[in-house]
């Protein structure tokens, strides 16, 4: 079982950056690919970027890619996402989660049922 917390989020102005961190509690964090959701007001849940548990898998989602990077220090039980060229499209709660049901190293998801675990969330707001 793994606990996890972000933080980093905050008030931000558009063209802006901001790096969100999760720490995970437990030994066992290398063994989890590791991904980023948002959820903006009345919205659904979606997908932003994933890890694998061996950091060589990343994927993104398309409103992202070139904006958004994922990373994770497995010694430090923590994932990142440093966000730079921040929209007001991009504010929503960002949600780090934690996904240990693939076999493969290189594992990685984009849906959030495969994920096990969830932090309680971190507020982004972007103004314009």
């Known amino acids: 079982q793994v606990h996890l917390v972000e933080s980093g989020g905050g008030l931000v102005q558009a063209g802006g950056s901001l790096r969100l961190s999760c720490a995970a509690s437990?030994?066992?964090?290398?063994?989890?690919?590791m991904g980023w959701f948002r959820q903006a007001p009345g919205k659904e849940r979606e997908f932003v970027a994933a890890?694998?548990?061996?950091?060589?898998?990343?994927v993104y989602a398309d409103s992202v890619k070139g904006r958004f990077t994922i990373s994770r220090d497995n010694t430090k039980n923590t994932v990142y996402l440093q966000m730079n060229s921040l929209k007001p499209e991009d504010t929503a709660v960002y949600y780090c989660?934690?996904?240990?049901?693939?076999?493969?190293?290189?594992?990685?998801?984009?849906?959030?049922?495969?994920?096990?675990?969830w932090g309680q969330g971190t507020q982004v707001t972007v103004s314009s």
């Open positions: 437990g030994r066992t964090f290398s063994s989890y690919a």
């Open positions: 989660a934690a996904d240990n049901t693939g076999a493969l190293s290189n594992y990685v998801s984009r849906s959030p049922v495969r994920y096990d675990y």
């Open positions: 890890i694998s548990r061996n950091g060589g898998s990343i």
